[in-house]
């Protein structure tokens, strides 16, 4: 049976077995994925995961259940939902699932060349690429390379009926450098929807100069400074710490440090934050989110004042607002197991008018953060961190890579310092920002 | 189990045979489980889990091929053997791979945990009010506490393993954790408690720690910390609690263990066998065979049974962990440390109930030694960069400590330092070993581990705050 019909029908059971409303959500997804490690191609993997994640409502209150494979068995399956449903209590904030709408065909979203990409020839791109990042002091690399070609179905009984075919390519590096006893590492990475959209040499050369530069790193002083934000660092700030934040069902239930600061002026008016499903070859872009709402183009922060928040179809009926199509599965869009949760799509930081030298030359004596592996307490907007990779400012110029350093500061006055936000965009993931300089950061280190 | 899923696995072991392959393993796994979410009152979710597939992975010329199926009929099966045995040639006829033998000796093992009380003697409906009885218990505690969330998870994962070295292995472990989360608001400040307990085996599970102690120490938490101050930036004496102190040796010492990051040339304890890594009054362990630990592993993905490994016995490094490769690679014994979350993943080297051993001080001695530093509770998360043995671990609340006595509380601080001068600085272990259950992440897999450490005390840790 198609992926589509089996969605249908289990839809269908489910209504008949007493469900108020019912979704069911299908991926059909193929997995290449080829591992170097230390430069001998460690293992080629390939997996056909499909499955349905079936939801059922009665008096508001959800029950899920799923299955993997193609021959599965539907009245087991939709019987278990809508037991689990009727097994816990009526929720009168739960409106409706979402209805029909149209959908805007997002531009750059399946790649041909990618679902037709050969395990040879990603072992040969895995090979060439690491021949060439045989720098001196290199002392391994790893590289990993994974091509995803999916097709996801959303059903619901409502009407909505969603399919979109899709393709992701995924390329990390994690090379470390040696000299004696002394050993560094460099870690880099993306994700593209176009094979022609990932410059692979870029990548895993940064992850390979990271790493030897960072054979030279010095502590940093404990003191309050100014800190550039660059790159991978952003990331844990924007992404984890600022547009998670403002997630709906947290600033509902009171869990965010956001909350309550919604059409406040939290930050410079040079500071705009949307997250946009519709991007072209974005990572998350598509015509629907996991529960068959339109993606789109939605502002969070405009000119420094909060003005969106991220919907399901859940906490918008709970807004009495629609949805902004932002539902997503615990495991990500393609993660029929998991339940309904939300997140934002693409994050977009609209550039400023610094260069990142200009703003380098700015800075007496501080930090050019690259990155950090820490996330944001999102109840507080506390964020105590620790530098992964990151550099001395001295005089207007990047000096030595930093080790055993750490900063911390809390979002709200990470948004109010912020003195200067850059011209040029990096993207990295899902995020796509300029760099930001803000002031008074306390660091702490061993010097 | 069903004689099917037998037959489908001799079919893809035939098949490999008939391949010539060098070695390969088949895995059938079939996870049965139920999860409940409830925040704020609310059924959040109640999800019925319900899964099965094959794992199918082959050996030649050094190269690995892998592929994974849900469709479960001998035609599927035979062809996806194909394939990995494709994939697996593939990297032969473009590398020079160094070519590895895999040794063991053929396994027949069969662990069926059999629970005191089955994960289904308690009905779903008793399930949910258990949940639900633990978040009135949270807002019960205090009006200042605003928001609730418990989570209750089951999951019963049978496996039936084969290789072509003649090992067959079956297993049955069913595992439960709850946690309790609270959030706590005052004059516009939120903070957040959480406490989780968990293990392998049955209802019985929840009957060695009461669930309504466990929320209320959760609100507790949460209502502590809206006194807390943000801590200090600085180089400080620390006591590490059980907890964070498991966490430290998950992260920042465990990962570095698992031979697979050692052969890969990302530890900083590679070469290092034999040499002395810490403090002498420092013991670590890994052992997945402690029955009902969260990280209970009597077989491990691969079929192998480990009986514990002693990583550092007082300061000196002794053992890494190992699977079937690493462990035929390095030419030692498997430790059982073989681990893939589901049907669709590789095996790899994994962490299972890890822990500092205890040592001969008790607690109140360690603080009396604490003339000024912090006491460091509870574990947010925490990770290390192996290569460069540098961590990261998030305390959930920190005290200073002034003469030997725990004073003002502290709120989201990250501890940071190099791995081996951590340990290397251990100079007092209490003798209060704690087990905690959590979840491991390594590359894109999670699976169940036990972190467990008595308090230890350490010179010079770096705090990194605010203030």
Same mark, same amino acid.
């Given at each position: 049976?198609?992926?589509?019909?089996?969605?249908?029908?289990?839809?269908?059971?489910?209504?008949?077995?007493?469900?108020?409303?019912?979704?069911?959500?299908?991926?059909?997804?193929?997995?290449?994925?080829?591992?170097?490690?230390?430069?001998?191609?460690?293992?080629?993997?390939?997996?056909?995961?499909?499955?349905?994640?079936?939801? !059922?409502?009665?008096?508001?209150?959800?029950?899920?259940?799923?299955?993997?494979?193609?021959?599965?068995?539907?009245?087991?399956?939709?019987?278990?939902?809508?037991?689990?449903?009727?097994?816990?209590?009526?929720?009168?904030?739960?409106?409706?699932?979402?209805?029909?709408?149209?959908?805007?065909?997002?531009?750059?979203?399946?790649?041909?060349?990618?679902?037709?990409?050969?395990?040879?020839?990603?072992?040969?791109?895995?090979?060439?690429?690491?021949?060439? !990042?045989?720098?001196?002091?290199?002392?391994?690399?790893?590289?990993?390379?994974?091509?995803?070609?999916?097709?996801?179905?959303?059903?619901?009984?409502?009407?909505?009926?969603?399919?979109?075919?899709?393709?992701?390519?995924?390329?990390?590096?994690?090379?470390?450098?040696?000299?004696?006893?002394?050993?560094?590492?460099?870690?880099?990475?993306?994700?593209?929807?176009?094979?022609?959209?990932?410059?692979?040499?870029?990548?895993?050369?940064?992850?390979?100069?990271?790493?030897?530069?960072?054979?030279?790193?010095?502590?940093?002083?404990?003191?309050?400074?100014?800190?550039?934000?660059?790159?991978?660092?952003?990331?844990?700030?924007?992404?984890?710490?600022?547009?998670?934040?403002?997630?709906?069902?947290?600033?509902?239930?009171?869990?965010?440090?956001?909350?309550?600061?919604?059409?406040?002026?939290?930050?410079?008016?040079?500071?705009?934050?949307?997250?946009?499903?519709?991007?072209?070859?974005?990572?998350?872009?598509?015509?629907?989110?996991?529960?068959?709402?339109?993606?789109?183009?939605?502002?969070?922060?405009?000119?420094?004042?909060?003005?969106?928040?991220?919907?399901?179809?859940?906490?918008?009926?709970?807004?009495?607002?629609?949805?902004?199509?932002?539902?997503?599965?615990?495991?990500?869009?393609?993660?029929?197991?998991?339940?309904?949760?939300?997140?934002?799509?693409?994050?977009?930081?609209?550039?400023?008018?610094?260069?990142?030298?200009?703003?380098?030359?700015?800075?007496?004596?501080?930090?050019?953060?690259?990155?950090?592996?820490?996330?944001?307490?999102?109840?507080?907007?506390?964020?105590?961190?620790?530098?992964?990779?990151?550099?001395?400012?001295?005089?207007?110029?990047?000096?030595?890579?930093?080790?055993?350093?750490?900063?911390?500061?809390?979002?709200?006055?990470?948004?109010?310092?912020?003195?200067?936000?850059?011209?040029?965009?990096?993207?990295?993931?899902?995020?796509?920002?300029?760099?930001?300089?803000?002031?008074?950061?306390?660091?702490?280190?061993?010097? | 189990?069903?004689?099917?899923?037998?037959?489908?696995?001799?079919?893809?072991?035939?098949?490999?045979?008939?391949?010539?392959?060098?070695?390969?393993?088949?895995?059938?796994?079939?996870?049965?489980?139920?999860?409940?979410?409830?925040?704020?009152?609310?059924?959040?979710?109640?999800?019925?889990?319900?899964?099965?597939?094959?794992?199918?992975?082959?050996?030649?010329?050094?190269?690995?091929?892998?592929?994974?199926?849900?469709?479960?009929?001998?035609?599927?099966?035979?062809?996806?053997?194909?394939?990995?045995?494709?994939?697996?040639?593939?990297?032969?006829?473009?590398?020079?791979?160094?070519?590895?033998?895999?040794?063991?000796?053929?396994?027949?093992?069969?662990?069926?945990?059999?629970?005191?009380?089955?994960?289904?003697?308690?009905?779903?409906?008793?399930?949910?009010?258990?949940?639900?009885?633990?978040?009135?218990?949270?807002?019960?505690?205090?009006?200042?506490?605003?928001?609730?969330?418990?989570?209750?998870?089951?999951?019963?994962?049978?496996?039936?393993?084969?290789?072509?070295?003649?090992?067959?292995?079956?297993?049955?472990?069913?595992?439960?954790?709850?946690?309790?989360?609270?959030?706590?608001?005052?004059?516009?400040?939120?903070?957040?408690?959480?406490?989780?307990?968990?293990?392998?085996?049955?209802?019985?599970?929840?009957?060695?720690?009461?669930?309504?102690?466990?929320?209320?120490?959760?609100?507790?938490?949460?209502?502590?910390?809206?006194?807390?101050?943000?801590?200090?930036?600085?180089?400080?004496?620390?006591?590490?609690?059980?907890?964070?102190?498991?966490?430290?040796?998950?992260?920042?010492?465990?990962?570095?263990?698992?031979?697979?990051?050692?052969?890969?040339?990302?530890?900083?304890?590679?070469?290092?066998?034999?040499?002395?890594?810490?403090?002498?009054?420092?013991?670590?362990?890994?052992?997945?065979?402690?029955?009902?630990?969260?990280?209970?592993?009597?077989?491990?993905?691969?079929?192998?049974?480990?009986?514990?490994?002693?990583?550092?016995?007082?300061?000196?490094?002794?053992?890494?962990?190992?699977?079937?490769?690493?462990?035929?690679?390095?030419?030692?014994?498997?430790?059982?440390?073989?681990?893939?979350?589901?049907?669709?993943?590789?095996?790899?080297?994994?962490?299972?109930?890890?822990?500092?051993?205890?040592?001969?001080?008790?607690?109140?001695?360690?603080?009396?030694?604490?003339?000024?530093?912090?006491?460091?509770?509870?574990?947010?998360?925490?990770?290390?960069?192996?290569?460069?043995?540098?961590?990261?671990?998030?305390?959930?609340?920190?005290?200073?400590?002034?003469?030997?006595?725990?004073?003002?509380?502290?709120?989201?601080?990250?501890?940071?330092?190099?791995?081996?001068?951590?340990?290397?600085?251990?100079?007092?272990?209490?003798?209060?070993?704690?087990?905690?259950?959590?979840?491991?992440?390594?590359?894109?897999?999670?699976?169940?581990?036990?972190?467990?450490?008595?308090?230890?005390?350490?010179?010079?840790?770096?705090?990194?705050?605010?203030?």
């Amino acid at each position: 049976m198609e992926l589509l019909d089996i969605c249908t029908k289990l839809t269908d059971r489910s209504l008949k077995l007493g469900a108020d409303v019912s979704e069911a959500y299908g991926v059909d997804l193929n997995i290449l994925k080829v591992e170097l490690e230390k430069r001998n191609i460690k293992s080629v993997k390939m997996v056909h995961d499909v499955g349905v994640g079936v939801r !059922a409502i009665s008096k508001g209150s959800t029950g899920y259940s799923y299955a993997t494979s193609l021959d599965i068995d539907i009245d087991g399956t939709a019987k278990k939902a809508v037991e689990a449903a009727k097994a816990g209590n009526p929720d009168p904030d739960f409106k409706d699932l979402p209805r029909p709408s149209s959908y805007t065909r997002p531009e750059r979203t399946y790649d041909g060349r990618i679902a037709s990409l050969t395990p040879e020839e990603l072992i040969d791109l895995c090979i060439s690429l690491a021949k060439q !990042a045989e720098l001196d002091k290199v002392y391994s690399i790893n590289i990993t390379v994974e091509s995803l070609v999916f097709r996801r179905i959303i059903v619901n009984s409502n009407g909505v009926e969603g399919i979109e075919d899709g393709t992701l390519l995924y390329l990390i590096a994690y090379i470390t450098a040696k000299e004696g006893v002394n050993l560094s590492s460099g870690y880099e990475g993306d994700v593209v929807r176009y094979l022609s959209d990932l410059d692979p040499e870029r990548i895993v050369m940064r992850a390979a100069e990271e790493a030897v530069k960072g054979l030279n790193a010095k502590c940093y002083k404990t003191m309050k400074v100014p800190v550039i934000f660059a790159e991978k660092s952003l990331s844990a700030i924007i992404v984890e710490g600022v547009v998670k934040a403002l997630n709906a069902d947290l600033i509902q239930r009171g869990r965010s440090y956001l909350s309550r600061r919604l059409n406040a002026n939290i930050g410079p008016d040079e500071l705009t934050i949307l997250s946009d499903g519709l991007i072209e070859g974005g990572p998350l872009t598509g015509k629907f989110d996991v529960e068959g709402a339109p993606r789109q183009r939605h502002v969070l922060i405009e000119h420094g004042v909060v003005k969106g928040l991220l919907h399901n179809s859940y906490t918008a009926g709970k807004a009495g607002v629609e949805s902004t199509g932002n539902a997503t599965r615990s495991g990500g869009d393609l993660d029929f197991r998991g339940q309904v949760v939300i997140a934002p799509s693409n994050v977009v930081v609209e550039a400023g008018n610094w260069s990142l030298q200009e703003m380098i030359q700015e800075v007496d004596n501080g930090l050019l953060i690259l990155d950090t592996h820490d996330i944001p307490n999102i109840a507080t907007g506390d964020f105590s961190a620790m530098v992964t990779h990151g550099y001395i400012i001295e005089k207007g110029e990047v000096t030595l890579p930093i080790k055993q350093t750490l900063f911390a500061i809390n979002l709200l006055d990470l948004a109010r310092k912020i003195r200067a936000v850059g011209k040029e965009r990096a993207k990295y993931f899902n995020l796509y920002s300029p760099p930001l300089l803000v002031l008074d950061v306390q660091v702490s280190s061993k010097a | 189990m069903q004689p099917l899923h037998e037959d489908l696995v001799e079919i893809a072991l035939d098949t490999f045979l008939k391949l010539k392959v060098d070695f390969a393993d088949v895995r059938f796994v079939e996870l049965k489980g139920l999860r409940i979410e409830i925040a704020d009152g609310r059924v959040k979710e109640l999800n019925s889990i319900s899964e099965r597939g094959l794992a199918l992975r082959c050996l030649v010329s050094g190269g690995w091929g892998f592929t994974s199926t849900s469709l479960l009929t001998p035609s599927e099966v035979e062809k996806s053997c194909l394939r990995a045995y494709k994939l697996a040639k593939s990297i032969g006829e473009r590398t020079r791979e160094r070519a590895v033998e895999i040794s063991c000796a053929p396994v027949r093992s069969i662990f069926m945990i059999n629970p005191l009380k089955p994960l289904h003697d308690m009905s779903v409906e008793e399930k949910l009010k258990m949940c639900t009885d633990m978040e009135v218990e949270m807002k019960s505690l205090s009006d200042r506490i605003k928001s609730t969330n418990v989570t209750y998870s089951e999951i019963n994962e049978e496996t039936y393993v084969v290789n072509t070295l003649g090992s067959k292995s079956k297993q049955s472990v069913p595992a439960i954790i709850i946690a309790a989360v609270a959030y706590a608001s005052e004059a516009g400040i939120v903070q957040r408690g959480r406490e989780s307990h968990g293990g392998t085996g049955g209802i019985e599970i929840l009957k060695s720690r009461n669930p309504l102690e466990l929320a209320r120490e959760a609100a507790r938490e949460a209502l502590e910390l809206l006194a807390a101050k943000s801590p200090p930036a600085g180089r400080y004496s620390c006591i590490l609690d059980p907890e964070i102190a498991g966490v430290f040796i998950h992260e920042a010492f465990g990962h570095a263990c698992e031979a697979d990051i050692v052969l890969l040339g990302g530890s900083i304890l590679e070469g290092m066998l034999g040499r002395r890594v810490g403090s002498p009054v420092v013991t670590v362990k890994d052992d997945p065979s402690i029955r009902g630990l969260f990280g209970y592993t009597p077989l491990d993905s691969e079929g192998v049974s480990g009986n514990g490994t002693t990583i550092v016995e007082n300061g000196v490094l002794k053992s890494f962990l190992h699977n079937l490769e690493t462990s035929s690679r390095m030419k030692v014994k498997q430790t059982g440390n073989a681990r893939a979350q589901g049907y669709t993943h590789i095996p790899l080297v994994r962490m299972t109930n890890t822990f500092i051993d205890k040592g001969d001080w008790n607690v109140e001695e360690l603080f009396e030694d604490l003339k000024r530093g912090i006491y460091a509770k509870g574990s947010n998360y925490g990770y290390v960069d192996p290569a460069k043995g540098e961590f990261v671990f998030k305390c959930s609340k920190l005290y200073l400590v002034e003469n030997g006595k725990p004073k003002q509380l502290c709120r989201d601080a990250a501890l940071s330092g190099y791995t081996l001068d951590v340990l290397t600085n251990v100079d007092a272990v209490a003798s209060d070993l704690t087990f905690k259950p959590g979840f491991c992440g390594k590359e894109d897999q999670l699976v169940r581990v036990t972190t467990g450490a008595p308090h230890v005390k350490v010179k010079d840790i770096l705090v990194g705050g605010m203030a």
